[in-house]
């Protein structure tokens, strides 16, 4: 609901890209945080399943988490700039 409200604001464009990265960083933080708080229960209960797959979300979500900011540095606030500079 928080980028709902910013995406009707901002034209397409480098600037609707970074806000969409900024928003999807967002929700993963929240879920790289849910999965590490019941990765820890799980262990506590030692269930075992619930632990390596955990650890997997965990892991998939710092590797999403990477790849974009690595959209956002290498390519989007790039652009960004470039046309503010332009303008």
């Known amino acids: 609901?928080?980028?709902q409200e910013h995406l009707q604001e901002i034209p397409k464009g480098p600037a609707l890209d970074a806000v969409l990265i900024g928003a999807v960083q967002k929700l993963e933080h929240y879920c790289i945080a849910?999965?590490?708080t019941a990765r820890a229960f799980a262990q506590a209960l030692e269930v075992e399943t619930a632990?390596?797959?955990m650890e997997r979300?965990?892991?998939d979500?710092?590797?999403?988490d990477e790849e974009l900011t690595q959209v956002a540095e290498?390519?989007?606030n790039p652009e960004m700039?470039?046309?503010g500079e332009d303008e």
């Open 1 to 3: 609901a928080d980028a």
């Open 51 to 53: 632990v390596r797959a």
């Open 34 to 36: 849910a999965w590490g």
């Open 61 to 64: 979500g710092k590797a999403l």
């Open 74 to 76: 290498e390519e989007v």
């Open 57 to 59: 979300a965990v892991e």
């Open 81 to 83: 700039l470039a046309l």
